[in-house]
Structure formats: structure tokens, C-alpha cells
């Protein structure tokens, strides 16, 4: 047992909005520990790669990306959400090649993750350490999904 702390925190919050985002947007499929670990291994060297730094320079955030893109070639459209779905029909019509779909389809994996996962992190550190404001919180969940335990 490591203690118990942020950092701890930290993996869990990552796991459950990751694992819940990517079945919503996308194929169910894709949910998996290592597209986790290959999301955070991108969005490890982000602030690199907007300040114009090449990915090639980051070989295992490139390997990361790349599987992650895989992971959105083929049939996954079938099992995705319906805005991913339109989207992958406009770039078709557009006549997009697959493999720019995939890299198109693929920075969702990023947006839909890299400022939910820290936000949701902070919330949950912040409540759980104010007793009071958690008890708030937890009376209003029960007041909107009535006191099913």
C-alpha cells in the first residue's frame, strides 16, 4: 500500500474519467489500460509539442500516439458515438484519406481527456478535504437521485 495520496488519487481519477470518456465517444474497445498509458504518455510531452517541439523527439509519446490513432482505423466508427460517427461521414465525404481520419478522430482521445482528468482530480482532492463542503455536496447528489443509498 502506497499511503493512500494525491498521486494515488491522482491514478484512480485518471483510470475512472478515462475508461468512462472513451466508451462514450468511442468504440468500448477502446477503453483499455495501455490506450491509458499511451494517452499519458502524449499528453506528458504536450506543452512540448505546442511549443513547436517535433514528436519525433518523444519517441515514446510518438508510440503512444501512433497505437492510440490504430485504435481508430477500420470499423470503430460503427460502435462510436453518433458525433464521431457524423464526423467520420463529413471527412469521408470530404474525401479525407482514412489514415488523416484516424489522426483527425484521434486528438479527441486528447481533448476529451487532457483538462477533464486534472479538473475532476482537483474537485474531488479539494472535497475531500473540506468534511463540510463534501457533506453538501453528498446532500445534494442524494436531493437529485433520491435516497437510493
Request: proline share 3%; net charge negative.
Amino acid at each position: 500500500d502506497s499511503g493512500g495520496g494525491a498521486g494515488d488519487l491522482y491514478a484512480i481519477v485518471s483510470r475512472v474519467i478515462f475508461k468512462s470518456t472513451m466508451p462514450a465517444i468511442f468504440d468500448p474497445a477502446t477503453a483499455t489500460e495501455e490506450a491509458l498509458r499511451d494517452f499519458q504518455a502524449f499528453d506528458a510531452k504536450f506543452a512540448f509539442l505546442s511549443g513547436g517541439v517535433p514528436l519525433k523527439y518523444f519517441p515514446e509519446a510518438a508510440a503512444g500516439w501512433e497505437r492510440n490513432t490504430a485504435l481508430l482505423t477500420g470499423d470503430y466508427y460503427e460502435a462510436a458515438s453518433k458525433f464521431m460517427q457524423d464526423r467520420h461521414e463529413v471527412y469521408l465525404r470530404g474525401n479525407i484519406a482514412e489514415e488523416n481520419i484516424a489522426k483527425l478522430q484521434a486528438i479527441f482521445i486528447w481533448a476529451a481527456n487532457a483538462n477533464t482528468i486534472p479538473t475532476g482530480f482537483w474537485t474531488l482532492y479539494f472535497l475531500l478535504r473540506d468534511a463540510a463542503m463534501l457533506e453538501r455536496v453528498r446532500s445534494e447528489v442524494r436531493r437529485a437521485a433520491g435516497d437510493s443509498g
